[in-house]
């Protein structure tokens, strides 16, 4: 048990959803979010092209890594969000990701709710905020 | 553009099952995230082997075994809510089932018992 604690521990230092500017427990709240919507733009893509999209949307920002990225496609597929397609590619396959009708549902909430608490926090830290020290 | 031959695509795909990815579907998924990685580096000049080598550090300290003990975490975390769902609705059933018995045994079982005294009482006097 405490082998398994200390194991996880680790990982999270060794840079799981690699990221220039946020913090891991903002991408790790968000990345479902991120891959929905993407997808339930663009239709479907591959994972290479999804850390590439991202990357460049947001200048850079944010980079997801392999690491992340996959283990969470698999696991939205488990769940009956996304549904794959193979093709080959010279000698290799290519699965290609979309979403599924209840993936694309999924998508519009999470959408929307993240929208949403993101206008409440802007609230909430502008309430709040630490004023600049000539107030005082 | 780009494209790996034959050769290349052999050599990354017994790289990743050397690196201990088991998983089928995984492997696929790693196989042409690398190539494509190294396709469009060398699309900017870089040669196979610096762009191989470039690729597979951006995996990270943990490397390719680590994706995957990911994602094996993240299927049994989903596993293991699903069976927490399940023995919730089955706890939830069997406590509704002995609710009602209790009730029904209140309404009920009074009347059962004094039907049985009054047919005592009745078979007593015929004797």
Redesign the interface.
């Known amino acids: 048990m405490h082998k398994k604690i200390r194991y996880n521990v680790w990982m999270h230092k060794k840079l799981m959803y690699v990221c220039l500017m946020y913090s891991n427990e903002l991408i790790k709240g968000t990345l479902k979010t991120i891959v929905l919507s993407l997808l339930a733009k663009k239709g479907r893509m591959y994972g290479y092209e999804i850390t590439q999209h991202v990357k460049e949307e947001t200048d850079g920002k944010i980079q997801l890594t392999e690491g992340a990225l996959y283990p969470l496609l698999h696991r939205l597929e488990a769940e009956g969000l996304l549904e794959t397609e193979k093709e080959n590619i010279g000698k290799r396959v290519r699965k290609y990701y979309r979403l599924t009708e209840s993936g694309n549902n999924q998508a519009t909430s999470l959408a929307a709710e993240f929208q949403e608490f993101s206008k409440t926090m802007n609230r909430l830290l502008n309430n709040f905020s630490l004023k600049p020290s000539y107030y005082v | 553009m780009s494209?790996?031959n034959?050769q290349q695509?052999?050599l990354i795909?017994a790289y990743i099952k050397q690196h201990g990815i088991a998983q089928n579907?995984?492997h696929?998924?790693?196989?042409?995230?690398v190539?494509?990685?190294i396709e469009r580096q060398m699309d900017e000049g870089k040669s196979f082997e610096a762009a191989f080598e470039q690729t597979i550090k951006?995996?990270?300290?943990?490397g390719l075994k680590?994706?995957q003990?990911?994602?094996f975490?993240?299927?049994t975390e989903?596993n293991e809510n699903m069976k927490k769902v399940a023995s919730f609705s089955i706890g939830i059933v069997l406590s509704i089932y002995t609710f009602l018995s209790i009730v029904a045994l209140f309404l009920f079982g009074r009347n059962v018992n004094s039907d049985t005294n009054v047919l005592k009482n009745v078979n007593f006097e015929i004797s």
């Open positions: 494209e790996l034959e695509v052999a795909s579907t995984l696929d998924d790693l196989l042409d995230h190539c494509t990685s951006l995996f990270g300290p943990g680590q994706v003990q990911q994602t975490e993240l299927l989903m």
